[in-house]
């Protein structure tokens, strides 16, 4: 099978799947870059990304999506992971769909989280029906924020991260929405 046959779909330079053993290895060189993981807690031990892929894989068999494995289709390179998943820590809003990326960081700066996460939310509304997708970041993380409007999300509000109280830095998050309706659809095109 060619990779082109593994992809669940494409944007104009990416293409979207689900995991492979192979790529743990991968995401987990992602995971200890100190720069990529500036908005986290922490780095991501080698046993956590295996438990990451894990549990996308398991998302993806359950409701037909996860933060996809992504390549660039001009070189078949994993970059990383753009996509949807679930969020169920304690809030007001939890669970819901949220949408998310991580690029290894010789990706950034050419555009592909934004045509990522468009492509994403197309395939989320159109193939899947969702109504709503949500996107968190901590406030600070200003180029996913700026990611979040791009691609035509706003802002709902700014809330203090369960999950992140211990950090002064990134406790302080916002809670972006796009809702599924024909003017949103017809941007993001086919």
Not at 2 to 29: P, V
Not at 78 to 98: A, M, R
Not at 159 to 170: A, D, I, V
Request: glycine fraction near 6%.
């Amino acid at each position: 099978m060619n990779s082109n046959e593994l992809y669940i779909f494409n944007s104009e330079r990416l293409g979207f799947r689900d995991w492979l053993e192979s790529d743990i290895d991968k995401l987990a060189t992602i995971n200890i870059d100190p720069e990529v993981m500036m908005f986290f807690p922490g780095i991501q031990a080698m046993e956590i990304t295996r438990q990451f892929v894990q549990r996308m894989q398991r998302l993806f068999r359950e409701r037909g999506f996860c933060y996809f494995a992504v390549e660039r289709l001009d070189t078949k390179e994993f970059i990383g992971f753009i996509g949807l998943s679930i969020q169920s820590f304690e809030s007001d809003f939890t669970p819901c769909v949220d949408i998310g990326w991580r690029l290894d960081r010789k990706q950034w700066y050419k555009g592909f989280a934004t045509e990522g996460a468009k492509r994403c939310i197309a395939y989320a509304f159109k193939d899947l029906k969702l109504k709503t997708i949500n996107a968190i970041a901590p406030k600070v993380n200003e180029p996913s924020v700026s990611v979040m409007q791009k691609i035509g999300m706003k802002e709902v509000k700014v809330f203090n991260h369960p999950l992140l109280k211990s950090s002064e830095r990134l406790r302080e998050c916002v809670l972006y929405e796009i809702l599924n309706d024909e003017e949103e659809i017809a941007f993001f095109g086919d």
